[in-house]
């Protein structure tokens, strides 16, 4: 531990002060939690006007649903821990837009609203709050929805039952069921510039790439994850590919398709729940890529970005552990 | 043996809150996730529950004797296994679909170690008096606490409880909560309540 004294300036005399206090000493005030949680709403404006364009009516329902459910529940749930309401750091706005993302248009109203609280009090608060959360919270609330509700969260809960006065997009299948039932392949420009169906965020790469091409530059996210994703992604699939030549469904759809660019981008980014140093956020980058890919080629799940994220959660305290860095001046002595 | 301890009386109560099997012991988990998915399923093992415990705990009292230290065990284990075994066909010969249901969980009432620790601390050191206050106040707690989750779990999952349907229609059932994820949860957060009721009761106590 170090410790610094920091003298009063020698003008004043009278009263010298001597303060003393472990490090950190200096504050930028550049990236406080609030300022990353405001750099991720920023991000997020690309995907967000794609998903009003894509979907309308219904995007702006389930967000505002999402986003009014997670800060209700952040306010109950800290205020039952007697702790201070922490609603102005926006993480509990961030929770709610992202898992808003992750759900179909169709959602139903009380799948957005058990979502968000499962989210918030399950995912988030129960571990002790924001930094104390083991698991992405908007993906524990996603998962819980998805394993309550399966009929509405399923292939065909993404589908409105009702034609008339319905967005094109929400008519049709999601490009990552369609090929998995039908064998049917969505247009790479479709797919880049997101006019399909499929979860509210996911559609379109253009825009995750743009907010997340922000979020990176501003350093809110951390490079090696999303790279390591879209290494891990584009390696497996593209051995897939060239084992079969043929195949429609290439590694542009697989790198595009699904909720891949959006998860890699926003979600597995999340700093409270990705591992510490470089070398640990590779790893953690290419895990969630490889087990993604697992998951859309071998198991009954069209999509499995949501599994892939919370699964390398799990064992973010292990890298954590793995690659503790070298300090300058050599190893760290064991313990004995 | 020592005649002192825990009166019969104090023995009964203390098995259904202040001891609670579940909620303040944490023994017999895996009964308490399992069977937890509706209150028929887990009524039925509450009942084979008291049983075992009560003949169990009555056996072992009237043998605590000729105990030997070193082989205890293995006699509470042997004991508890006749019982299970009993219950077991019991269940088989006249509720069987019930028996099909809960699977191999009746069979495990024998290394359930709610059982094995009331002949350990009650049974082999008491009467038979309080051995057997003991193993009913032991198994009502046991039944509350399992009542409590597999309602939580019935209600919000199937919209039913005892199979009678308690909320409207439109009611969207919570398939996780009927599935094992369920059960963990619910046990989770009535554990926090629980021991959260249990703090502001002794505050209120101790002021």
Redesign the interface.
Known sequence: MTQETVNNDATETEAPVTHVAPGPHLGGGCLTARWMMLDVLIGLLPVLLVSLWVFGWYAARVLAICVGSCVVAEGIFTAMRRRQCRLGDFSAVVTGVILAFSLPGTA?W?VAV?GSFAAIG?GKL?FGGLGQNIFNPAMVGRA?VM????S?MAAGGYVASEKAGVPDALTQATPMTALQQEGKVASLGDLFWGDTNGSLGETSAFACLLGGLYLLIRRTAAWQIPLGVLLAVGIIAGGQNLMDLQAKWTVGHHLMGGALLFGALFIATDPVTSPLTGRGRWIFGLGIGAIVMLLRSLSAYPEGVMFAVLLMNAVVPLINRWTVPRPVGGPVPSKA | MAKDGPTPLERFINGILPENPVYRQLLGMCPTLAVTGNMKAAMTMSGAVLFVLFCANIITSLIRHLLKPHLRILVFTLTIATFVTIADRFLAAYMYEMSKELGPYIPLIIVNCVIICRCEVCASKQGVIAAGADAIGQSIGFALALASIASVREILGEGSWFAMRVMPEAWPAWAIMILPPGAFITLGLLLGGANWFGMSRSAKTAA
């Open positions: 139903p009380y058990i399950i129960a819980f394993i309550a509700f399966t509405a």
